[in-house]
């Protein structure tokens, strides 16, 4: 007997300021390992806690809800880019503990994220199992220096490059009277090394695949029925716009980013200064002046970092059944334009993306993270299909203010012209986590009232 998809049911846990979604397939008959379910994370990360009066957030305690939601058993594990809010749990020793225990089947995140690349930051390398990252093969042809698939040595630069940002930044706390807002920033960019390293021990043996644009994520391997399109992030030469730096023209992130490593960098090797206290007086004023100065260097740093980070992040169409969901992690505009450029002549894709059912609200509701592109088709469709479903994920008054506030009112606004919005910094669903179910023939999704 054939087991077919019968529901499709998505928690959104709380951890406060970040990402954690586990996804669920439910058939109506047991597979071949005798489960009658599958299930599906993406993300598990945090970098503010909860706001007073909501559900502690806590990720060992999310954990456990995760251990106890999959059975004990979790078939995937997307991590969507290296930002903490989506993978700081991993770094909890408590956490971590459980995550072991679960032993994901298949392991996906960035291809900046393979170990690979590390190996060849100065140059090409001809290796097979590279230039596909991770054994697939390129999806855009020869690339420019003649190797086959989308990553050559431009690719493996940009990588190599932000883990690069990620050491410089990691040190900016040495830096004398490094102003504390700029502090809170550097926080945000940390490499996490931990929680990289337990998703590495994760992906051994295999199971790790590194995703760009157009490749096989091969969740349908491991989740019956649930068919996955990598639609983010491209390649440096898949899109070179995804190395952009929009507000400055035609700038290029890799120029941006070298450029801040050098000034912000300068003075942060083995003869860096120590953290002092000194007293009120000429040597005092002298040193938080040029601490000043090296703080809109590191500004600079900390956000070009910031905006690069997230144009790495995967973006995934969930289609199951008669369901669409669409997880695009914090992915910015630049990482979007190659799949909105496809729209126009793309009819197919096109109508796929109006009819998504529930969509992870990019980027804890940004202002450059839901394109308007797409925000108009499913503003143009049509009444008869069911209403839209979407999760966001945050807590107000974390990050930016007024126009760069997270998240934005304009865009919820907006949203909730063609959408049920369901948030975590909510009092109605403000508990351990959030959760909405659909038959998996068709939406819309509907709130499971959360448990006494």
């Known amino acids: 007997m054939v087991s077919t998809p019968i529901r499709v049911r998505v928690r ?10 586990l996804v669920s397939v439910e058939y109506d008959a047991p597979l071949a390992d005798g ?7 993406i993300d598990f990360g945090t970098s503010h806690s ?7 957030g806590r990720m060992a305690d999310v954990a456990a809800l995760i251990e106890t939601h999959t059975g004990g058993q979790l078939d995937v594990l997307v991590v969507t880019h290296r930002h903490r809010d989506h993978l700081r749990g991993f770094e909890v020793a408590a956490a971590g503990a459980i995550m072991k225990r679960l032993a994901p089947k298949l392991v996906l995140r960035s291809w900046t994220e393979d170990p690979e690349l590390s190996a060849t930051a100065d140059g090409p390398d001809d290796r097979p199992g590279l230039t596909g990252a991770g054994g697939a093969e390129g999806v855009d042809g020869p690339a420019r220096d003649g190797r086959t698939g989308p990553i050559s040595a431009a690719s493996v630069r940009y990588a190599a490059l932000i883990a690069q940002a990620q050491e410089h930044v990691a040190r900016l706390s040495e830096l004398v009277g490094l102003d504390d807002d700029i502090r809170a920033a550097v926080e945000d960019q940390l490499k996490n090394a931990d929680a990289v390293a337990l998703l590495d021990e994760l992906s051994r043996d295999g199971r790790g695949r590194y995703l760009y644009a157009g490749m096989d994520a091969g969740i349908a391997d491991v989740i019956p029925g ?3 399109t990598v639609l983010g992030p491209p390649t440096v030469d898949q899109d070179s716009r995804v190395a952009q730096q929009r507000e400055n023209d035609a700038e290029y992130w890799l120029t941006a980013l070298d450029a801040s490593l050098r000034v912000a960098g300068s003075g942060l090797g083995a003869d860096a200064p120590a953290p002092v206290t000194l007293p009120p007086g000429p040597v005092r004023w002298l040193v938080d002046r040029l601490a000043d100065q090296r703080s809109h260097s590191a500004a600079r740093l900390v956000r070009d970092l910031d905006d690069a ?3 790495t992040s995967v973006i995934l169409l969930l289609e199951v059944g008669g369901l669409s969901l669409l997880f695009p992690g914090d992915a910015q505009i630049e990482n979007w334009q190659h799949t909105l450029d496809q729209l126009p002549r ?3 894709l096109r109508a796929r993306l109006a009819g998504v059912d529930l969509y992870k609200v990019g980027h804890h509701g940004s202002r450059n993270a839901t394109p308007r592109s797409l925000h108009a088709l499913w503003k143009a469709r049509s009444a008869a299909r069911p209403r839209m479903t979407a999760l966001l994920s945050t807590r107000q008054d974390v990050h930016g203010e007024r126009e760069t506030a997270v998240p934005q009112e304009q865009l919820l606004t907006a949203l909730r012209g063609v959408a049920q919005v369901y948030s975590t910094d909510e009092t109605a669903t403000g508990g351990d986590f959030v959760e909405v179910v659909a038959d998996a023939r068709k939406g819309p999704f509907r709130l499971v009232p959360p448990s006494v």
């Open 309 to 311: 980070l997230n144009n």
């Open 50 to 56: 909860p706001r007073e009066g909501m559900a502690r």
């Open 226 to 228: 649930l068919e996955a």
């Open 35 to 41: 489960r009658a379910e599958r299930h599906l994370l």
């Open 12 to 21: 959104m846990y709380q951890v406060g300021f970040g990402d954690c979604f």
């Open 346 to 348: 793309d009819a197919k």
